[in-house]
């Protein structure tokens, strides 16, 4: 499905990155991951190896944007022009607004709203000179229902779904689409910290009653980075269970 193709995925050490990686990998797409460490790089680099599939993992601060350019340039050389770009990496910093720092806020917009501005920047040349791309990024069904506690990471969720639509307004008549996912409550990292009766509670607002898995989500932006998928854009794909229903 994706043979011949080249993906960027940040974020994919572990989680919804690290199901998105595999599955792109899997339909036949070489695969760049990235991550914050050294060590993380070294593990996306074994997993991808341990499956079979084309790839590597990369050092790389997406919110250095010094760091951006010369990273999508090294990808392209060593694995071929960037056809498909998932922006995934993301971070929470949790707070009532009366008590949110500044360094809080800025740290949200930094890696989950200006990392996606950089890294879509860097790729586009190369996709508008193949008249061919696909950008996903990586929202959150925070992003249209909001939460308490989390007022910047739900602005930066939902600023990206406007930036989905715009830029795919740009691209449309290069034969770039641009689209979001929005995850749900997905069984990660993140949510394992809950408590049993904080689970529970959570699980009480999804009509399917669970939380939702990483490849779920992963096989909404492989669908999206096809060549099926090629008359979708600025679209918001929900997976949540039906927590939210768009």
Known sequence: MLDGQTALVTGASRGIGKAIALALSGAGASVAGT????DGAAAIATYLKDAGHRGEGIRLDVTDGAAVEPAVSGVAQRLGDISILV??????????LLRMKDEEWDAIM??????????????????????????????SVVGV???????????????????????????GSR??????????????????????????ALIERIPLGRLGLPAEVAHAVAFLASREAGYITGATLHVNGGMYMA
């Open 110 to 139: 930094d890696t989950n709203l200006k990392a996606a501005y950089r890294l879509s920047k860097a790729v586009v040349r190369g996709m508008m000179k193949a008249r061919y791309g696909r950008i996903i990024n990586i929202g």
């Open 175 to 200: 034969n770039i689409s641009v689209n979001c996912v929005a995850p749900g409550f997905i069984d990660t990292d993140m949510t394992r910290v809950l408590t049993g009766a904080q689970r529970e």
């Open 145 to 171: 229902s909001g939460n308490a506690g989390q007022t910047n990471y739900a602005a930066a969720k939902a600023a990206l779904i406007g930036f989905t639509k715009s830029l795919a307004q740009e691209l």
């Open 35 to 38: 991550a914050t460490t050294d």
């Open 87 to 96: 922006n995934n990496a993301g971070i929470t910093r949790d707070n009532l």
